[in-house]
């Protein structure tokens, strides 16, 4: 069992940063796959970035070049810096872990972006 909670979320400018955390419980951090998703009002929750056990990040293309997913397995963290905010960054986003069968979701953090 993984227990995930995220924070970093608020309000911020367009052209701003933010950065999210996501603190995972557990001595098994380092065995999962974890990523950011995000949802924004009326639809589908989609994919952000993810990072392999070894560090190995991808991105989807909307963020690619903007944001920055990292993890600190000795601190069972993961990050999401968040640079050149743009308002259809809005959403609501969410920390995941992943292994084998298992699928584990915070509790998400709101992010909006003004304009």
């Known amino acids: 069992q993984v227990q995930l909670v995220e924070s970093g979320g608020g309000l911020a400018q367009a052209g701003n940063s933010l950065r999210l955390s996501c603190a995972a419980s557990g001595r098994t951090f380092s065995s999962y796959v974890m990523g950011w998703f995000r949802q924004a009002p009326g639809k589908e929750r989609e994919l952000v970035a993810t990072i392999s056990r070894n560090g190995r990040p991808y991105y989807a293309d909307s963020v690619q070049g903007r944001f920055t997913i990292s993890r600190d397995n000795a601190k069972n963290t993961m990050y999401l810096q968040m640079n050149s905010l743009k308002p259809e960054d809005t959403a609501v986003y969410y920390c995941?872990?992943?292994?084998?069968?298992?699928?584990?979701w915070g509790q998400g953090t709101q992010v909006t972006v003004s304009s």
């Open positions: 995941n872990a992943r292994q084998a069968s298992y699928n584990y």
